[in-house]
């Protein structure tokens, strides 16, 4: 009988893979404090648009839904700090896109953003989700403003974390990035964007202190998503499909002026790539936001996720 065949034998007689626990001495000692209980956050997969795909899943299931975004190069992973800072409060569930994270990359997939929210779309109808705050950073943003103009009604507000939806907000590192590809398809400063240095610069250009970020979160990234067979035609193709999104700014600001979302925006002040000029023309446009910058990169959920917790908490939880 092979390991696994013993394990499977072992786990459906029914007995216990625990060790066993010793009862106390009786030596009159009082109980060990109970430490707070954490969250459960489940590993959820179902097959749409043909993606198995993966998400994050916690909370009540009748809390006010939020629905957090991830952007490139991560994935629901980059929300592991957030998640148990509202499951007690919100149904929270983080979705890891087609060819990112644990989320399968079929050979056929149309490789948009318009994609990408599709899938995401049907989803939430799976889900369910019939009203939720949509947490967006960095491709969040355009994922996430194709669901709000899809489905206006879904929208019970926004949290923007170093997401751009304005020409102010775009630096120059992100315009020689994304101009040559799009002018020349020239992609040679776009494979550089999908190298394991590049991924841990994202992480740590920024950052108030970049020797206290946690390794994994690169390392993850990059192994999950940047890695994987096909990924770099995959992220290309994004890549080129991202002016998609540019052509849209000026829809995009006309429908947050038009519908006005209570809109949280959070920022990390350091981003290279997204500037604070684009955060604060979305507020200006918006007659119920709050602006929050902080000393922190582009992911600043890495430094400031007990921050940006406790500001979701305060303006979306009555």
């Given at each position: 009988m092979s390991l696994m065949q013993s394990l499977r034998h072992w786990l459906a007689s029914g007995l216990s893979l625990e060790p066993a626990r010793v009862a106390p001495d009786g030596g009159g000692q009082p109980p060990l404090p109970a430490a707070p209980a954490l969250p459960?956050?489940?590993?959820?997969?179902?097959?749409?648009?043909?993606?198995?795909?993966?998400?994050?899943?916690?909370?009540?299931?009748?809390?006010?839904?939020?629905?957090?975004?991830?952007?490139?190069?991560?994935?629901?992973?980059?929300f592991r700090k957030l998640i148990p800072l509202l499951a007690d409060r919100f149904r929270v569930i983080a979705p890891d896109y087609p060819g990112f994270g644990h989320s399968s990359a079929p050979a056929d997939y149309d490789w948009t953003f318009d994609n990408l929210a599709a899938t995401v779309d049907?989803?939430?109808d799976r889900l369910e989700v019939r009203r939720a705050v949509f947490y967006m950073q960095d491709y969040g943003g355009p994922v996430g403003m194709r669901?709000?103009?899809?489905d206006p009604a879904r929208v019970a507000g926004f949290v923007i974390q170093n997401a751009n939806f304005r020409m102010e907000g775009v630096s120059q590192a992100a315009a020689d990035v994304f101009m040559p590809l799009w002018q020349q398809n020239d992609d040679r400063n776009a494979r550089q964007l999908l190298t394991a240095e590049m991924t841990k610069f994202?992480?740590?250009?920024?950052?108030?202190?970049?020797?206290?970020l946690d390794p994994d979160a690169w390392?993850?990234?990059?192994?999950?998503t940047l890695d994987r067979e096909g990924a770099t035609e995959r992220q290309l193709a994004l890549f080129r499909d991202y002016a998609s999104n540019v052509a849209r700014y000026d829809a995009w600001a006309?429908?947050?002026?038009?519908?006005?979302?209570?809109?949280?925006?959070?920022?990390?002040?350091?981003?290279?790539f997204f500037l604070v000029p684009g955060a604060e023309a979305m507020v200006r446009e918006l007659n119920d936001a709050e602006l929050h910058l902080f000393?922190?990169?582009?992911?600043?959920?890495?430094?400031?996720?007990a921050g940006i917790a406790g500001l979701i908490r305060r303006r979306f939880l009555a």
């Open positions: 459960v956050v489940r590993s959820r997969r179902a097959t749409i648009d043909g993606v198995e795909l993966f998400w994050r899943e916690a909370g009540p299931a009748d809390g006010p839904a939020i629905v957090l975004l991830h952007g490139f190069p991560s994935s629901s992973h980059m049907r989803l939430l669901l709000a103009v899809t994202q992480y740590t250009a920024g950052a108030r202190d970049p020797d206290g390392t993850h990234d990059q192994a999950t006309d429908w947050m002026r038009e519908h006005q979302p209570p809109t949280l925006v959070t920022w990390g002040s350091g981003d290279p000393d922190s990169g582009h992911f600043a959920l890495e430094e400031d996720a």
